[in-house]
């Protein structure tokens, strides 16, 4: 029996066990499930053919009438029944995610999208992108420019820009904000499928650094974030940018900057030396978000609030959030409950709107390749931005009609 080939199913065994459960206990078990389960949940049809490969390979050395290998190619066979209940799991996303924008802005909603403000919805995965490049390069239609400086933290304060090499007139800009739980992580690695979607559709995208742990705490991490919001609109004009069209968005420790920076905008507390600057956003998205407290803020009873929901009140900006239901890492139920926060907050006419999407199957860090469940997602936001761009447009000349009839 090929000892190599047992190891090589006993992995992936365990990996799509991973991807088909959410373990969250004990800790050591929760971590390795997770990064077992990244990959295989994303792309398990290349998970496939890497299992019929070595089965492949391993057959001369099987013995087709001894109970071990029929016991080997009946353990392939539900290694492959895992991967199809994965592989549906993603392509449940899409209906999911039209159901939260239909909930979120009402029936018909896409009637309202003016052209110029982006799509909205797709719902044509690129097959043959998902299946061949999961891993998003970004093509000469983005010219990305690296590690501009944007603060005085060095490298710790750098950002990417990447824009279409081909646009006319003023475009909207995407922050993203990596995740890494406050202590690992950079701004090249997550979320590239959703950057160069947008940047080819002419957003410009900032994929930014922010300070981490330990030598910096939540003040400095939110500091930051606003540092970047502030920077686009300083420079915005130098790069043929909109400063009244920025949307932040982040995925879990990213995700809970973005959504702290929009509910708590213009707080001279986070903004030193820069108060006078506008660090209020047209929308956010949160992606696997952390909404809880930060690590060790409750020993700290004078500190700041650092949870999302300490600040939802007050009418939220609109929001799309969207998690995995077995997201092992940030257990779906605190997305769930921040996200009804925010949806009985709104009650403003200028509130909201907020979409919540809560995936089948979805994993933390989901964002990282590009599969059919991200896909979906990304289908969402461009909805949700072109629906947001167009409801401030429409509030823009309503203003406008308003006052001229003073």
């Known amino acids: 029996m090929p000892v190599g080939y047992v190891i090589t199913l006993v992995i992936f065994g365990t990996g799509i066990l991973s991807a088909l459960l959410s373990v969250r206990r004990p800790r050591a078990l929760r971590w390795l499930s997770y990064r077992l389960a990244v990959s295989i949940n994303e792309i398990p049809f290349l998970i496939a053919l890497l299992l019929l490969a070595s089965t492949a390979l391993a057959l001369p050395d099987l013995d087709p009438g001894s109970a071990g290998s029929i016991l080997l190619l009946g353990l392939v066979v539900l290694e492959i029944a895992g991967l199809v209940v994965v592989l549906r799991r993603g392509l449940a996303a899409g209906p999911v995610v039209r159901k939260a924008l239909n909930d979120g802005l009402g029936s018909g909603w896409e009637k309202t999208i003016r052209p110029g403000d982006g799509q ?15 891993i998003v390069l970004f093509g000469p239609a983005i010219k990305r420019e690296r590690n501009l400086s944007y603060g005085v933290a060095g490298r710790e304060n750098l950002l990417d820009l990447y824009r279409p090499r081909r646009r006319d007139g003023d475009g909207a800009v995407l922050i993203f904000m990596h995740g890494g739980g406050y202590h690992g992580g950079g701004k090249s690695r997550e979320s590239r499928a959703l950057i160069s979607r947008l940047t080819r559709r002419g957003w410009t995208c900032v994929s930014a650094n922010y300070r981490l742990r330990p030598e910096a705490g939540f003040t400095e991490h939110l500091v930051d974030m606003k540092r970047v919001i502030a920077w ?40 030193p030396e820069f108060g ?9 998205i949160c992606l696997s978000g952390y909404f809880g407290a930060y690590y060790g803020s409750r020993d700290d009873p004078e500190g700041p609030a650092t949870s999302p929901f300490d600040y939802v009140d007050g009418g939220p900006p609109p929001f799309f959030v969207a998690h995995g239901g077995l997201d092992s890492q940030v257990p779906v139920e605190r997305a769930r409950g921040f996200a009804a926060a925010l949806k009985r907050a709104s009650t403003g006419p200028g509130d909201g709107p907020v979409i919540y999407a809560e995936l089948p199957g979805g994993h933390h860090s989901f964002d990282l390749f590009h599969s059919f469940r991200y896909e979906a997602v990304v289908d969402g936001i461009e909805g949700f931005t072109a629906a947001v761009l167009s409801r401030a447009a429409k509030d823009d000349r309503n203003r406008l009609s308003r006052s001229d009839a003073r």
Do not use: C
């Not at 909205?120 to 999961?134: H, Q």
């Not at 909109?242 to 809970?256: E, L, Q, R, T, W």
């Open 232 to 271: 686009v609109r300083d420079h915005g004009h130098e790069y043929g940018l909109d400063p009244a069209k920025v949307f932040v968005a982040g995925s879990s420790a990213g995700g809970h900057l973005a959504a702290l920076a929009a509910l708590n905008p213009n707080d001279p507390e986070f903004q």
């Open 120 to 134: 909205a919805m797709g719902w044509r995965p690129s097959i043959v992108r998902i299946l061949l490049f999961p």
């Open 276 to 284: 006078d600057a506008d660090t209020s956003i047209a929308g956010a």
